[in-house]
């Protein structure tokens, strides 16, 4: 794997920062832990998207453990290059590259009194060793799928994996059955996902942005997240068929010059990018977010939201920051392997749609009907608000059964 990741580096960036940020890696835990007789957690996170997950046990174990140092460890440079400097982790470093060597020489250094791999992490050596050691390990946030590779007849390595946590979190039910039919049923609870609690605490937090305030003005608006071509196409189609009490504020999920002028020409004269946002009234329908960090407070202006990925990129992004203002959800048809996105679908809560002419649809039904889009936006909250949670009964069993 280090070898297919060196030759990969060559034409990725992305890759190659993992490779660079991995050298010499052991002589810089070795530096920062050695001598130290503290206690440790390790938490593992693949990327940034899961740190999000795992943030609310972090903030939790600081409260409630204070005397333990936390270790937070990466695979991926999108979550390390962002959060190497999270002021609630003691250490962060990159996590050194699956092995039997390797495992059993990073397990040594931080000598962890619980591991923690959030939703999708598996790595056998690791796991292996943790076992070996005894060293309690759980999951959380974890959701599983019949296509997985634990539920099929050559899956035996992958399922061996499984059985070295100590606890699965699991965030429902059909989770729970599949893994029965492994059987996996000691340690598996379910606990809801820990994103809840997050874009829960993120909204109380929510930033002001007077601009988009006064943009708004008396309208009303769509927000649309994290989008790419494919979805900006779509909405670009239905523009026109929007009321005209509407507006549309952009967050493209690629913000550099190409794609942000791509975008200028796709909407032509209707849009003004927030940069260039005048604080008087302005005629334009879109607003063109072309910097990052506004997403998720943005969303507190709105009364629908569209988020983005669904057409092209394989699944969508993160449904519950507009959901927990309490905004419908739109999105492209790729969204199954969300457990969140097909909840709030069978909620009516949120809605997939294929093409256009089906968004044009659903628009033409929510934004002309303020009555029956105020019953469920306070549907969301409510649903939402019971969701949040998980942290609260994942703690309880990490300071009862391992930390006591």
């Not at 708004?216 to 189609?237: F, M, N, Q, Y």
Request: aromatic fraction near 12%; charge should be positive.
């Amino acid at each position: 794997m280090r070898i297919g990741m060196r030759i990969a580096a060559l034409f990725n960036s992305k890759i190659k920062l993992g490779v660079q940020g991995r050298q010499g890696i052991f002589d810089k835990i070795a530096n920062a832990v050695s001598g130290n007789t503290e206690k440790r957690i390790w938490i593992h996170a693949s990327s940034l998207g899961e740190f999000e997950q795992g943030r609310p046990i972090i903030e939790a174990l600081k409260k409630e453990h204070p005397e333990y140092k936390i270790v937070l460890t990466f695979f991926s440079p999108s979550g390390y290059e962002i959060r190497k400097n999270y002021e609630l982790a003691d250490y962060v470093f990159y996590l050194p590259m699956d092995g039997v060597l390797n495992a059993k020489r990073f397990i040594k250094l931080i000598n962890p009194s619980l591991a923690i791999f959030v939703k999708y992490e598996f790595w056998y050596h690791y796991l292996n060793q943790l076992k070996k050691n005894n060293i309690p390990t759980i999951l959380i946030s974890a959701t599983f799928r019949s296509s997985q590779i634990f539920f099929q007849p050559y899956g035996g390595l992958f399922r061996k994996m499984l059985r070295c946590f100590n606890y699965l979190f699991v965030q429902e039910d059909a989770s729970v059955k599949l893994l029965e039919k492994i059987g996996l049923t000691n340690g598996v609870i379910v606990s809801g996902d820990t994103r809840y609690d997050r874009v829960a605490e993120i909204a109380k937090q929510a930033k002001e942005f007077p601009l988009i305030q006064q943009y708004k003005d008396k309208h009303k608006l769509l927000i649309a997240g994290s989008t790419w071509p494919g979805d900006e196409r779509v909405l670009k189609e239905c523009l026109s068929s929007m009321p005209d009490d509407w507006k549309l504020v952009l967050a493209p999920h690629e913000i550099d010059n190409k794609h942000i002028n791509q975008l200028k020409e796709l909407f032509r004269n209707d849009v003004v990018c927030y940069s260039e946002l005048p604080e008087k009234h302005t005629a334009h329908r879109v607003v063109l977010i072309d910097n990052i960090g506004m997403l998720s407070s943005l969303y507190r202006y709105g009364e629908l939201a569209y988020i983005g990925g669904g057409f092209d990129k394989g699944g969508i992004h993160n449904i519950l920051e507009p959901a927990i203002f309490g905004l419908p959800v739109f999105f492209g048809p790729t969204y199954q392997k969300f457990v969140e996105a097909n909840q709030m679908v069978a909620h009516q809560y949120a809605f997939p749609v294929n093409n256009a002419a089906e968004l044009k649809g659903w628009f033409e039904q929510l934004m002309s009907d303020s009555h029956r889009l105020q019953t469920i936006q306070n549907a969301i909250k409510s649903y939402m608000q019971q969701q949040t949670g998980a942290t609260v009964k994942i703690m309880r069993i990490i300071s009862a059964e391992i930390l006591k």
